[in-house]
């Protein structure tokens, strides 16, 4: 594995989530300081899930056909020019200069259609480039890994820097983060190596969210994300609600109860997924039954440091079960393929972030405590899902070795787990 171009992959993937969950802690109440309810906006992150969606498979297809390097600055550069409207958008907002369904419009558009499309290009272009530097299972999964610690680490900074700036005022974090995400393009556009002229570019393959072979996968990790979803799309409201707290201090609070769950995630995948050597199987049997206990938590709990502890615990799961998701499908699928099945990875997943918002904060209007007993049905059941379902055991069956550079190689079964 070519550690070197992954790396700056993962980075743009880095930049890019870092960018976004600056924002999102900062969005519940800077939604009530312009006099939105819960449901709206809701409706402004199922709109940029919905780009997400309808974006993915796209991009997928233009990840083989482009190049990697092209679509990963497009998206960057997309994603930045959204959150810079956003913010411009916001603070006129905040100044009364833009009121009412013109503001809503607004918002709709530069943080909901022009972010969201942007966004959907580099997960998915990140998934499609490590599938085609590696082989075998482990090297896969340890790539996918890398994907994940990526994805956790910008959870975990994005929040905390967020939170931190928003001591300041809630326009400074929207400001902040495109900045950052601009560098992050800079460095890639500098470093990623340009695709040799003469490169042969593979078929793209299509592949059908009903193939036998990917389905399961797919179910499995639009469960874990949308559960994760309906807690990461309200937990700024319950945050301020159980805690009582001012606009402010919601937004600073909201974000360390994130870095908390964002920290757990990237400790799993980092350290404890390299080292534990299990199966893609495994890691979504732990990674499920993990996150069922934090969804229990969550619900139940009333002390802001429990909460914090419960993210944890919900971070952690989804840290086990994300490798397993992500490896499983590319495992199962010809190079040819690869491309096709980052696009339903991604398309999964998103649809999710299109559910989520709606869902849980439809439900949260309801009773504060709804969306999460709902998500901890639906862990609950994914759980039993992965043990007893024939076609999620359809996995190869290696372990993951500690080394990231580790050449091993194992067999594949179809059945089994270690």
């Known amino acids: 594995m070519r550690n070197r171009p992954i790396l700056l992959v993962c980075l743009a993937v880095f930049g890019l989530m870092t960018g976004q969950q600056m924002v999102n802690p900062i969005l519940p109440p800077l939604a009530r300081e312009l006099g939105f309810s819960e449901l709206a906006l809701g409706i402004v992150w199922t709109v940029g899930a919905s780009g997400v969606v309808l974006a993915s498979s796209f991009w997928s297809r233009r990840s083989t056909s482009w190049g990697h390097r092209p679509v990963l600055l497009v998206s960057l550069a997309g994603a930045m020019a959204g959150l810079l409207a956003f913010a411009v958008v916001a603070q006129a907002g905040l100044a009364g200069v833009l009121t009412g369904p013109l503001l809503f419009t607004a918002i709709l558009i530069s943080r909901g259609v022009v972010f969201g499309l942007a966004w959907a290009a580099t997960p998915v272009t990140a998934q499609s480039y490590v599938a085609d530097m590696t082989s075998g299972t482990a090297e896969r999964v340890r790539g996918m890994s890398m994907i994940g610690a990526a994805m956790g680490l910008g959870m975990a900074v994005g929040p905390a820097l967020g939170g931190v700036l928003s001591a300041t005022g809630l326009l400074t974090p929207l400001y902040v983060a495109p900045a950052i995400i601009a560098g992050i393009a800079v460095l890639v556009a500098l470093g990623l190596p340009r695709p040799q002229a003469n490169r042969v570019r593979p078929v793209t393959v299509q592949v059908s969210p009903l193939d036998a072979r990917m389905w399961p996968f797919l179910a499995t990790g639009f469960g874990m994300y949308l559960a994760f979803g309906i807690v990461l799309m309200t937990i700024g409201f319950l945050v301020q609600d159980r805690l009582q707290l001012a606009t402010q201090q919601t937004g600073q609070a909201t974000g360390f109860v994130i870095l908390a769950g964002a920290s757990a995630l990237i400790l799993v995948q980092a350290v404890a997924v390299p080292r534990l050597g299990w199966t893609p199987l495994r890691l979504m049997r732990v990674g499920a039954v993990v996150m069922t206990a934090g969804m229990v938590l969550v619900t139940v709990t009333a002390d802001g440091l429990l909460l914090g502890v419960a993210m944890a615990v919900l971070g952690a799961g989804l840290g086990f079960g994300l490798p397993g998701i992500m ?32 869902l849980g904060t439809g439900l949260y209007e309801i009773a ?51």
């Open 327 to 358: 490896a499983a499908p590319t495992l199962l699928a010809t190079r040819e393929e690869q491309g096709a099945v980052a696009g339903l990875v991604g398309t999964s997943n998103a649809i999710t972030f299109v559910l989520g918002p709606l």
């Open 368 to 418: 504060p405590a709804v969306p999460y007993l709902l998500g901890t049905v639906l862990l609950a059941g994914l759980a039993v899902f992965t043990f007893v379902h024939p076609g999620v055991r359809r996995t190869p069956d290696a372990a993951i070795y500690a080394t990231f550079g580790s050449d091993t190689s194992s067999s594949e079964t179809t059945v089994g787990d270690r």
